[in-house]
């Protein structure tokens, strides 16, 4: 799925894998995931995501990255920038310039990247019993 093969060692089969990231093909897919606001404009956050790909010297132009909103989150939409780099070296300093750029570009189009909401519900104690008159 993400072009990257697993090869298992025959002495290692049950306790390791090891990941061969030149097996075959070396490009790679990313996915970023990113949570955004309800009251984001959805059109804006699509455009926003397909500029950070577009703006990005490490990303494949071919084949086109991708925007998706994967699901409705307690939250957020929570979105899938999918892109290909060719260089797999590269994958951690890719995702962290990317994040960071989704980050930039959201700031500048008041894109909102929420955090948790939680509601707390505070009741009346119960009344305690008085006490009893000392003699």
């Known amino acids: 799925m993400n072009n990257v093969a697993i090869i298992v060692p025959n002495l290692e089969f049950i306790s390791t894998n090891v990941i061969n990231w030149s097996h075959g093909d070396i490009k790679v897919r990313l996915d970023i995931d990113v949570g ?45 920038l999918r892109i290909r780099i060719e260089d797999p070296q590269k994958y951690n300093e890719v995702r962290s310039d990317i994040n960071c750029a989704i980050v930039r570009k959201f700031r500048a189009n008041n894109i909102e990247i929420p955090f948790p909401q939680r509601d707390w519900q505070v009741r009346s104690p119960l009344p305690l019993p008085l006490p009893l008159a000392s003699n």
């Open 36 to 80: 955004v606001s309800y009251h984001s404009d959805l059109d804006r956050v699509l455009k926003a995501l397909h500029e950070v790909a577009d703006e990005c010297k490490d990303v494949m132009k071919a084949p086109k990255s991708d925007v998706l909103l994967m699901s409705f989150g307690d939250s957020a939409w929570d979105m899938r």
